[in-house]
Nanobody, 126 residues
Framework: QVQLVESGGGSVEAGGSLRLSCAAS????????MGWFRQAPGLEREGVAL???????SYADSVKGRFTIDKDSAKNTLYLQMNSLKTEDTALYYC????????????????????WGQGTQVTVSS
């Protein structure tokens, strides 16, 4: 059974940092595209960052240079390091697994991901 459990969210002031974790079970994260997404109230879910099975990373323009996605295959855990946080980063953050085993090309569209965690709240105050 595939499960994704996020943790590490919280409340910080603008300029601060948080590190989100996503513990995966029921499959091996190194064989799939993995992504972080976020959804603010009243807005659509948007892709934040992805990492391919080979470790290639890609980011939304809004977080480039501030966020870093990585993974620990031994722990089967995905991470998102968020620095220089802004108030507009406030959202519920989700990790997700890509649809296809062994895919070499990944995208940041939510439709490309088939399993989702329950989300962890990030609130950035000014």
């Amino acid at each position: 059974q595939v499960q994704l459990v996020e943790s590490g969210g919280g409340s910080v002031e603008a300029g601060g940092s948080l590190r989100l974790s996503c513990a995966a079970s029921g499959y091996t994260i190194s064989a799939y595209c993995m992504g972080w997404f976020r959804q603010a109230p009243g807005l659509e879910r948007e892709g934040v960052a992805l990492i391919t099975r080979d470790g290639y990373t890609s980011y939304a323009d809004s977080v480039k240079g501030r966020f870093t996605i990585d993974k620990d295959s031994a722990k089967n855990t995905l991470y998102l390091q968020m620095n220089s946080l802004k108030t507009e980063d406030t959202a519920l953050y989700y990790c997700a697994r890509g649809r296809f085993l062994g895919a070499v090309v990944c995208g940041l569209s939510p439709a490309s991901y088939s399993y989702w965690g329950q989300g962890t709240q990030v609130t950035v105050s000014s």
